[in-house]
C-alpha cells in the first residue's frame, strides 16, 4: 500500500505535514486552510484562536438540505523519541511508509487529527461530490483542554448535524464522551535554610497512560505514591523537610515516576530500611496492575534551603487525602468510566508548589462534586484553588438520524456498525453546548498509538473511510 498523493486526502495530509502545528502553535496551519478558501472562492471565518470555520455551497439537488458541520483539530502531540534531533516549531514531519502503516520517523505522526483535516480539505477542493451545504471547522488546541472550541460562537454555525472527524475506528462511532474540567491547586512555600543531609526519593516502572481510557485500571500514581512514602518516613523521622517535588509530565496522563527531594539528618540506611516497607507493600497492591513498580532513596548534593517540617507534612497529608483515580463507572454500560480525578503533574517554580489535576465526568453533577470536594480541602491545607478550562460531557441519545445514516452505509459494505462510549474528551460536547440540538457522530480510519512516535496510521483504512464518509453526506438529503 502506498501514500498515493494523487488522491487528494493524502495529497492533503502530506501538506499540513509540512507545517509544525503544535497545541498552540497553529497560526501557520490556521493561515494554510484560509489560504486554501481564498483560493477556491469559500466563505471563512477565522477568530482569534485561529479556529477556522469553511463554508461550502451545497451541491446541486440538495439545496434543501439541512447543513452537515464536519469538525476536526488542527494541532497534534508533539512527542519524539530521544535519539532522534526534530524541532516541532519549525521541522517538517519526515512521513514514511510500512507495510501499509503511515509513520513520522521518530515523531508522533499528526494522524490524530490531520486524517479529519485532510479528508474536509479534500472534501472542499471536490465540486463533483454529492452534498448537504458544510460548514467545515478546523479547530486548535484540542490536545490541552479543547481551548480553540471553547472560544467559538453559537452564532458562527447554521447546522444542526455533525460529523466529528477525531475518533477512529472505521466500523464504530461514539454514542458518548466525557466532560471535563482542568484544575490547579498551588500553595506558595517558605524556604528556611539548610545544613542536614539531602536524598531523592525515586519512584519508578509504573505503567502510566492516558488517564480517559486506563483510569479504570487500578494503575499507580507516581506522584502520590511518592507523598505517601514519605509522609510514612515523617511518622519515624520527623525532621523530613522538602526541597523540590517532580511528577508527571502532563495533566492527561497518569504520572509514572516522581522525584522528591528532601532533607534529613537520618542516615541514609535507615530511611531505605523504613521506606522498604512502604515499597513493599505498594508493590503487592500493584503486582497485577502495575508489576514494574519500584522505589528507592538515594544521596545528593546538600541543598541551601528546604520547607519547614510543619509544610513538608502539610503538603504531604494533602496529597494523600484528595480524592484520584475512578470514582464512579456506568451502571447501564459494562466497562464506560464515568468520573474520574488525575493527578497529572506536580512541579515547584520560583517558590510554588503546583498540582495540575485534570477531572473527567460524563454528568455535570459530579464534575460539579468534584470540584466542591478539591475547593473545601485545598484552603484547609494552605493551597489555592483554580479552576479552568471546563467543559460538558456528551450523554447519549437513544435516536440519532446521523447514526442510522452511518449505520446503514456500513452495512451495505457487509459490516456491523459498533457503538462505543467512552471515557475520553471530545470536542463533541463543546459542540452539543453550543448548539442542544445537534445530531452527532464520530467517524474516521483505523490508527493506532497516537501521542506517541509509533503514531502510525492504516492507509487501506484511510481510502476505506473516506469513501464511507462521502456516502454518508450523499445521503444526508
Known sequence: MEFDLSKKYCFYFNEISKIPRGSRNEKAVSDYVVSFAKEHGLRYIQDDTCNVIVDMPASPGYENSETVLLQAHMDIVCEKNKDVEHDFEKDPLDLYVEDGWLYARGTTLGADDGMGVAYMLAILDDPSLKHPPLQCVFTTMEEIGLLGALNLKREYFHGTRYINLDEGGEDNTCTT???????????KLSYLPNEAKTYRLEIRGLK???????????????ILLGARVLEKLCQKYPDIRIADYNGGLKFNAIPRESDIVFTS??????????????????????QYSDPGF?????????????LSAKETLQILQFLNVIPNGLLHHSMAIEGLSTASLNAGVIHIDDGVLYLDDLIRSAAKSHGDMIIHQLEILSPLFGFD???SDRYLGWDFEKDSEMR???RGVLKDKGIEMKEVAIHGGLECGVFKGLIPELDIITYGPIS???HTPDERLDLASFDRAYENL????????
Open 294 to 306: 519500584n522505589g528507592k532513596i538515594v544521596p545528593v548534593e546538600t541543598v541551601d534551603q528546604a
Open 470 to 477: 462521502l456516502a454518508v453526506l450523499e445521503r444526508c438529503i
Open 385 to 387: 484553588f483554580e479552576l
Open 404 to 406: 442510522e445514516i452511518l
Open 208 to 222: 502510566g497512560g492516558h488517564s480517559a481510557g486506563r483510569i479504570h485500571m487500578e494503575l499507580g500514581n507516581a
Open 177 to 187: 464522551s466525557s466532560g471535563g474540567a482542568r484544575t490547579v491547586m498551588s500553595k
Open 265 to 286: 539528618d537520618t542516615d541514609l540506611d535507615l530511611l531505605n530500611q523504613e521506606a522498604q516497607g512502604c515499597f513493599t507493600e505498594i508493590a503487592a497492591e500493584l
Open 448 to 450: 493506532e498509538n497516537a
